[in-house]
């Protein structure tokens, strides 16, 4: 079983309000990512990152920010949510080939 | 830019038949081949994968063809139950150890 988690699980959250999702994995990898996905649907890249102090952004446009200060820690912020930012987040790791995911955020903006 | 096309988007099939999922893909620098399963509610999970070196793997009831000279790869799973109902997403590597994702196929199966 892979040992990477994500708080939290759901998440309601006013229009305009700042949040955090944490992801963290306990694995060692020097890869990790966020990814944006509509239930059942695509997945699209958000941010990246291969390792401290290292982030990208993804194909996907986000006004989301990322962090990587330590190797199992890979936090992704909305400075100020909005209904379109209504989705499931999804966070992965790797090592080199397969991808580990954690069970994902499920976010709402109202 | 580099993309996975994955067919179909949905696919229906009787318990005990067999189901095939197809990708294609577009950069010939690609080397490694992952399949993934997302059950409702939970993160995609790796059931197989290949890389490039190897024209066909198998593990039980779930194989993985590979076809370098036409960028396609497929998934082919036997015996189908219950339990294999879910999305499945092909993907193809580019780069260093980065993804691109097929757009997800949701296998039906009919009791």
């Known amino acids: 079983e892979a040992d990477i988690y994500q708080t939290p699980r759901y998440l309601v959250i006013g229009t305009g309000k700042k949040i955090t999702l944490e992801c963290s994995q306990t694995m060692g990898h020097d890869k990790m990512y966020w990814y944006q996905q509509d239930p059942g649907m695509e997945l699209h890249l958000i941010h990246y990152s291969y390792g401290v102090n290292s982030t990208e952004k993804g194909d996907l446009s986000s006004e989301s920010t990322v962090s990587r200060i330590r190797t199992e820690h890979f936090p992704l912020t909305l400075e100020s949510a909005r209904p379109s930012h209504t989705s499931q987040y999804l966070c992965?790791?790797?090592?080199?080939?397969?991808?580990?995911f954690g069970q994902g955020t499920r976010l709402t903006v109202v | 830019g580099e993309n996975v096309e994955q067919h179909p988007s949905t696919l229906s099939v009787q318990e005990g038949d067999s189901a095939v999922i197809k990708c294609t893909y577009s950069d010939s620098a690609s080397n490694y081949f992952p399949w993934y399963k997302q059950e409702l509610g939970k993160g995609p999970q790796l059931i197989i994968d290949?890389?490039?070196n190897v024209g066909e793997k198998k593990d039980q009831r779930i194989a993985v063809t590979l076809n370098k000279t036409a960028k396609h790869f497929s998934l082919h799973i036997t015996e189908t139950q219950p339990e294999d109902s879910a999305v499945y997403f092909c993907a193809a590597s580019i780069g260093n150890y980065q993804l691109i994702w097929g757009a997800g196929t949701k296998l039906i199966i009919k009791p």
């Open positions: 290949i890389r490039s």
């Open positions: 992965a790791s790797s090592g080199g080939g397969e991808a580990f």
